[in-house]
């Protein structure tokens, strides 16, 4: 008896989860099919389907520069995490483990703070001066650093507590290991996991970035996000194959982060 209530309980909560995936995935399914079609108004159905919106978008010289620039200045921001972030997670947890408290308080702060006030302040002081930004790709990947920084201080940290780091530093030292050869040989690989799922999730957020790229940059370095910004007074059907091809590669990356961190141990 109790089985089988179990059943039917565990039958009822798989419906009404896929119940809701099917209204979630409902507007995305009728913008690919808005996408694909020739001409739709008037019918339930479009009229006919076609492909040539996405040609036309992937053949289109600003859409495929604004996709590389997005590209440049997001994996600009990530690598510059990376040098400054990794060096100081290990310094904070093998000599410093007390400040990891204050780390997880400073981190935070850039959700404390609007994006569209930090723009207001980022333009105050590079506008114009010595240290002149605005408007290039420079300012842009400072920024995006400032987003990045709580997603991959937090995934590394979080890797770091698990892999034990003293022990495994103390255990590389008998074995005759510098410090920073224990840090490069033993430490950096078994890292490797958590860096790359840090990676994934900082990217697919940077990806979608409107507010600091258009108010810092605007169409002077335009990234994707801008262009989709800028073309929404453009054919429908281009705009949604414009927005099927975005949501397709951030997919795509956050699915990898997600299989990353499902067989990291």
Known sequence: MRAAEAKRGALYHRMVVWLLFLILLLPLAATFLYSISSSWSATILPDGLTFDWYLQLWSEERFLRAFAQSLLVCLGALALAVVLILPLLFVVHYHFPKLDGLMNILILLPFAVPPVVSSVGLLQLYGSGPLAMVGTPWILIGAYFTIALP???????????????????????????????????????????????????????????????????????????????????????????????????????????????????
């Open 151 to 265: 997603f991959m201080y937090r995934a590394i940290s979080n890797n770091l507590q698990a892999i034990n780091l003293r022990d495994l530093m103390d255990a590389a030292h008998l074995l005759g290991a510098s410090t920073w050869k224990a840090a490069f040989l033993v430490v950096l690989p078994n890292l490797r996991k958590g860096l790359m799922v840090s990676l994934f999730l900082s990217f697919s957020f940077l990806f979608g970035e409107f507010v600091f790229a258009n108010l810092l940059v605007g169409t002077r370095y335009e990234t994707l996000q801008v262009y989709l910004n800028n073309m929404k007074n453009s054919s429908g059907h281009f705009n949604s194959a414009l927005v099927i091809s975005y949501f397709f590669f951030v997919l795509v990356f956050t699915w990898a982060a997600t299989r990353l961190s499902r067989n990291q141990p």
